[in-house]
């Protein structure tokens, strides 16, 4: 994996300062600490950090095509290069190295800007052709690498795999989006194609940009989207074997490496199936890593060791303290925006212990989205029923009012939460589900926000990101609908995002198999019943692994990653809540209603309600604000 950074001069051919690129490329030294390049030529600098994963000793970038024409820096991988290129050599181009990112090039001579059509794989690139006087880049289908761009008022076009290497271009403004802000709280994240920052943004996934001497603005235009489309589906046995066969291929197109590659293993049904399929692939034993809680309700590692005994797997464990909270400070600075996911810091740890002895590991990551794990799928689809029942203009005043009247009982198991469902239920489909995911709901945000910082969103609230994507989804069955709004915005905002900000800081390379979107695309359009059936998320995935994974694997409760915030709020991080919520920054920001803030800390440390989320978010966000 590595790291890319650019400038592009979109008025004239100014000559572009290599010591500022230089500095640019440098912020991101540990997303490819193995080798560093720059190139600069009249109005164009591309710059590239490089971790060395295939052909060592000659895929050093910025890589170019034989006349040095055409430019090229890159950040993934493409799996499939070791069939592309026999193809391109018979349409008569020579290759130098045997590294995926000649390909590109070459893939660009041949098919122009339809060569990312051909690409299998996870990527963020950037392209000059001096020929063609053009620059074009590209994201992922998925949004597996970042890819950040923003237009300077001095007509330089810059662009980076993180935000850092972007503010340390003279003059880049700084101003926060008010619109960035409400998403974030709502969210935890900032969805694409916004930045914290007003004039900064993601390539969405999915897209690319082109760019020449006096364009226009930057215009993203879309290659890719999941289809949803339906598939023949003769039997249930046929179906669980061609889920097995696709699954298989995809994961060993990602054993390609000339580094020592293992996986993650932590007990789920996802990485224990990649785990199984990798083991059935590889001729010596896979090496595994898992973390381990102290607290027996979040420890799945005797899970993990079961599957690693299965497999026999090089397996090693390390154990997260409970209190393990010395990374706080870290986190802003890792992810460049404010970022509210806590299960940051034992991601963080299982990539740091992943380090140790793989360059490459493979996760599980993206079975929940496509294969409908999650258990916010289930309520929703409860909900959904009870919605067909009546039309919104008798559910909205009868369920509002209910919602209203009910109280709040965070401790509660869901079910027993009344309050939220009743308020799901007043709300359409889109807008339901959006209270079912927001950190931080609608009455919250308004409480939070001070009254100049809501007059300046002019009646902008977060939920419109939902709508726009199911405006466009390709689908209209509920179940499908909200797998496709989160494959648009929790996949890439939060789940990719921590994945890659966790590894890059390790200089770790993490495949996802269950991403690969020939496998998505055709599970997608798998009836969605197979999916979900009589409760139980991944029914098909699951059946067709029983083979392979023992029962308590594959239909125990999803447990995942926990951070005990309650606690640390009223404990040993009592007092930097109180001065980092309760202090200057945040107090006198003008964003947030400072007497709201008081409220939180004061309720939450007496025990009297459970605001950790807000807290945690307004914490992120200070330290964002330090940086």
């Known amino acids: 994996m590595c790291g890319l950074v650019g400038i592009f001069d979109t008025r004239d051919r100014s000559p572009i300062s290599r010591d500022l690129l230089s500095r640019m490329n440098e912020s991101q030294f540990h997303r490819g600490p193995d080798e560093g390049g720059l190139h600069t030529e009249p109005g164009v600098g591309l710059g590239h950090r490089r971790l060395s994963i295939i052909d060592l000793s000659s895929g050093q970038q910025p890589l170019f095509n034989e006349d040095h024409s055409v430019v090229v820096v890159f950040n993934g991988e493409i799996y499939n290069f070791v069939d592309l290129m026999p193809e391109l050599q018979a349409l008569g181009h020579t290759f130098r190295t045997h590294c995926d990112t000649e390909v590109i090039i070459h893939a660009w001579e041949e098919w122009g800007d339809h060569c990312i059509d051909r690409f299998r794989g996870m990527f963020a690139f950037a392209l000059w052709d001096r020929n063609r006087q053009k620059l074009f880049l590209a994201r992922d289908r998925l949004g ?20 850092k290497a972007l503010r340390l271009y003279p003059g880049f403004d700084q101003s926060l989006d008010p619109c960035a802000v409400e998403e974030y709280f709502a969210y935890g994240y900032i969805p694409e194609p916004r930045t914290i920052y007003r004039n900064t943004f993601k390539l969405p996934p999915g897209y690319h940009l082109t760019l020449s001497a006096d364009s226009k603005p930057p215009h993203p235009c879309r290659y890719w989207d999941i289809p949803f489309a339906p598939v023949p589906v003769t039997s249930m046995q046929d179906t669980q074997e061609e889920l097995v066969d696709r699954l298989r291929e995809a994961i060993r197109i990602r054993l390609v490496s000339e580094v020592p590659l ?60 409970p209190d393990d909270f010395s990374l706080v400070d870290q986190l802003a600075a890792l992810y460049d925006e404010p970022y509210a996911d806590s299960s940051a810091l034992p991601t963080y740890r299982v990539c740091e212990l992943a380090r140790r002895s793989v360059t490459v590991a493979l996760s599980g990551d993206g079975g ?14 409860a909900e959904e029923k009870m919605r067909s029942m ?17 109280p709040k009982a965070d401790w509660a198991p869901r079910m027993f939460r009344a309050k939220s469902t009743f308020e799901a239920l007043a709300r359409d489909s889109v807008e339901g589900y959006f209270h079912s995911v927001s950190l931080l709901g609608d009455r919250l945000r308004h409480q939070l926000f001070s009254p100049s910082f809501t007059a300046s969103l002019q009646g902008y609230r977060a939920v419109e990101v939902l709508k726009t994507h199911a405006r466009n989804a390709p689908t209209r069955h509920p179940l499908s609908l909200v797998q496709y709004l989160d494959i648009k915005t929790y996949l890439p905002g939060d789940i990719l995002t921590k994945v890659d900000r966790a590894s890059m800081a390790h200089a770790l390379e993490v495949r996802e198999p269950l991403l690969d979107h020939s496998l998505m695309e055709w599970v997608s359009g798998l009836p969605p019943f197979l999916k979900l059936y009589q409760g139980e998320g991944k029914y098909l995935f699951k059946k067709a692994l029983e083979p392979y994974l023992p029962q308590d694997i594959l239909y125990r409760q999803k447990m995942g990653f926990a951070v005990p915030l309650a606690n640390w709020f009223r404990g040993p991080l009592r007092e930097t809540v109180r001065t980092s919520v309760l202090g200057p920054r945040l107090m006198g920001c003008g964003i947030f209603n400072p007497s709201f803030l008081t409220h ?28």
């Open 144 to 163: 597996v690498k970042p890819l950040f761009y923003s237009l300077q008022p001095d007509g330089k076009f810059i662009f980076a795999s993180e935000l």
């Open 262 to 321: 293992g996986a993650f293993l932590s007990g789920g049904v996802d990485s224990s199936a990649v785990v199984a399929m990798m083991a059935q692939l590889s001729a010596d034993p896979v090496n595994t890593c898992s973390i381990a809680f102290k607290d027996p309700r979040f420890n799945e590692a005797p899970y993990a060791a079961q599957v690693a005994r299965q497999y026999h797997t090089r397996h090693q464990v390390g154990e997260v303290d």
């Open 368 to 381: 929940d989205e496509n294969l409908a794990g999650y258990r916010r799928y289930r309520f929703h689809m």
């Open 390 to 406: 009546l039309p919104l203009g008798l559910r909205r005043p009868l369920f509002g009012a209910l919602g209203a009247l009910y």
């Open 600 to 627: 939180l800390v004061e309720e939450h440390q007496a025990g009297r309600r459970d605001y950790s989320a807000p807290l945690w978010s307004l914490l992120m966000f200070e330290s964002f604000l330090r940086l």
